[in-house]
Each structure stands twice: as structure tokens, then as C-alpha cells.
């Protein structure tokens, strides 16, 4: 998986592994930020993975949570958000823009997680086409976060995805992107809608175990890769935690190309590239980039 576009390479004498840094580079700089990404792009990280949400005014802008996080977020005075919210659906862009999510809240479990993450503050959450524009050469898998539990949390799978194709389309960027979700209503509507764009199917245990209100699906599971491919694939992004080297051999045997994430243990790194995956999203893409 070299390139968004370019054909299945698992098979060739030489192959190249996609590494991609999540969310930016999320152990190294803050998450979903531009200055995390031209950070990580200058230490020689290719491709991102990123996660967007819309504000009221169709702002189309990169968040992981659906409302601001209490861990990440201070309001325009400086101030941390004593809990979550309020949801980006419904600030307009000018008033998100207040906010700052340069550095994680010191104490929180997420600082524990993260101990390296350097802060840069003032950083602001930044739209998408601000990133296409900033990065021009990198590549990018766009998480389209809705979730068929809460639609109240977010614009409509086809509304926020297609939100997102249009500043992709502004961008030029078709051929630089990936579209991905757990909620496969997104992908359902761009394979409908957009032949052109490359697409990944996330799955992890909770999704799999609950497939009738992620996939739409009340009849029995059968095989996770073999839904994938049943959809069309070309790309399946199972949490890494659930693969094994069955699955891989089993995706690959039915076309795919296996993306896990996130993936940010040597060890784990080195054993999935044994296996054969065709990339993988990880907080350390200089790690994995220094491994493959
Ligand atoms: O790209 C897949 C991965 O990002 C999914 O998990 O919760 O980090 O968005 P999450
Ligand atoms: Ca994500």
C-alpha cells in the first residue's frame, strides 16, 4: 500500500509498508493539530491518519471527539474544560477556533499515556482543507467519526462525508486520501456516490460484537475479513489487538490490504510486519518507519 491508487503490492520481491502517523504523530506532538503534523511530516512521516467532525456553520475541521475534550481542550481564557463539551456540532467555526489543544491536561490519564508528547500552545483545532493545504505532498486517512448509537453527536454519515469529499475535491487531494469509519454507512455512501476515492474499513470488537448497529447487519458475523471484501474492500483497518496472522493471510487471500492500527509497541510493530500487513497506523511513526 505505497500510494492512495496504487495497485496490491503484498505479493511483489520488495515490499513497501505504509506507515501512518496517528493522528499526527500522537506520542510526539498534539493530536490532530497542524503543528503535529508539519512536525512529524519534517521527521520524515509520509502519510497520516486524522479524524474529522463538522462545526454548526459546515466547517468541515479535525477532531477525534465529537465534543471538546476536557483532556485536551482550554477555552479562549486559558482555562481547562472541567467536562466534556460542548459538541462541535453545534459551536460555529469561529467560536471552535477559541479553543486551544496544544498540550494535554498535566495529570490526566492521557499525560500518563503520552509522557513525550511535546506541548506547543496555542495550537488550534485546524480545518481539513488548512492540512491538505499546509501538507501538499503527504497522504491521508480520513476518519469520518459518526457513530449509530449517538446521531445526535454529529452531521449524518452521507452529510459529514460528503462534507469532507467536497474539501478534498477543493484541494485536489482524491488521490492522496483514504476514506475510513467504524460506521459503515459512511463508506456505503461514498462507494455509491465516489468511485474515485480509496476506502478502509475499520473494525474492532466492540463493532464486530455489535454488527447489526454498525453495519446495519442482524444476520450472524461469519468472517471479519470476508465482510470486508464483501463490501468491496480494498482496505481493511482491524484494531491490531484482535489480529492474528490467519486473518492477514485470509484478508490477503481474498484481495485486501490489511491496515491495523494503532500500533505502538516494537515488538508488536516487528511481528505485524512479519505477518505480512500492508501498513500500519501508529502514535510513533518515527519508530515504525526506523523498524521497516
Ligand atoms: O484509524 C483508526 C483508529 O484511529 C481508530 O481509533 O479511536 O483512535 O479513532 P481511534
Ligand atoms: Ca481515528
Redo the contacts with the bound molecule.
Keep these: 500500500m505505497t500510494t492512495a491508487g496504487e495497485p496490491c503490492s503484498h505479493h511483489a520481491m520488495t515490499r513497501k509498508i505504509d506507515i501512518q502517523g496517528?493522528?499526527g504523530a500522537r506520542a510526539l506532538f498534539p493530536e490532530n493539530t497542524l503543528e503535529g503534523f508539519l512536525a512529524a511530516a519534517a521527521l520524515g512521516v509520509e502519510a497520516f491518519?486524522l479524524?474529522v467532525a463538522m462545526t454548526a456553520d459546515g466547517v468541515v475541521v479535525l477532531s477525534?471527539d465529537p465534543v471538546l475534550n476536557p483532556d485536551i481542550a482550554r477555552d479562549g481564557a486559558g482555562v481547562w474544560l472541567t467536562r466534556r463539551g460542548p459538541a462541535i456540532h453545534t459551536l460555529t467555526h469561529a467560536a471552535l477556533s477559541a479553543y486551544d489543544v496544544g498540550r494535554i491536561r498535566p495529570g490526566s490519564t492521557l499525560s500518563v499515556q503520552f509522557p513525550e508528547q511535546a506541548p506547543n500552545d496555542g495550537a488550534h483545532i485546524p480545518t481539513l482543507a488548512q492540512v491538505l493545504a499546509a501538507l501538499p505532498h503527504a497522504r491521508f486517512?480520513i476518519?469520518v467519526?459518526t457513530d449509530p448509537a449517538h446521531p445526535d453527536w454529529t452531521a449524518t454519515p452521507a452529510a459529514l462525508a460528503d462534507a469532507t469529499l467536497s474539501v478534498v475535491d477543493a484541494a485536489g487531494a482524491v488521490g492522496r486520501v483514504i476514506v475510513?469509519s467504524?460506521d459503515w454507512r459512511v463508506q456505503r455512501h461514498v462507494r455509491q456516490t465516489r468511485s474515485d476515492i480509496r476506502l478502509a474499513w475499520?473494525t474492532?470488537a466492540e463493532t464486530v460484537r455489535d454488527a447489526a448497529l454498525w453495519w446495519g447487519d442482524a444476520t450472524g458475523v461469519g468472517s471479519v475479513p470476508g465482510r470486508v471484501a464483501a463490501e468491496g474492500g480494498p482496505i481493511w483497518?482491524p484494531?491490531h489487538t484482535d489480529l492474528t496472522e490467519s486473518h492477514v493471510r485470509e484478508a490477503h487471500a481474498l484481495g485486501l490490504l490489511v491496515l491495523p492500527?494503532?500500533v505502538n509497541q516494537p515488538a508488536d510493530i516487528s511481528r505485524l510486519i512479519a505477518w505480512g500487513v500492508d501498513g500500519l497506523?501508529t502514535d510513533r511513526p518515527d519508530l515504525a518507519l526506523g523498524l521497516v
Design positions: 496517528h493522528r491518519e479524524d477525534h486517512t476518519e467519526k475510513e467504524f475499520l474492532r483497518a484494531d492500527w494503532t497506523i
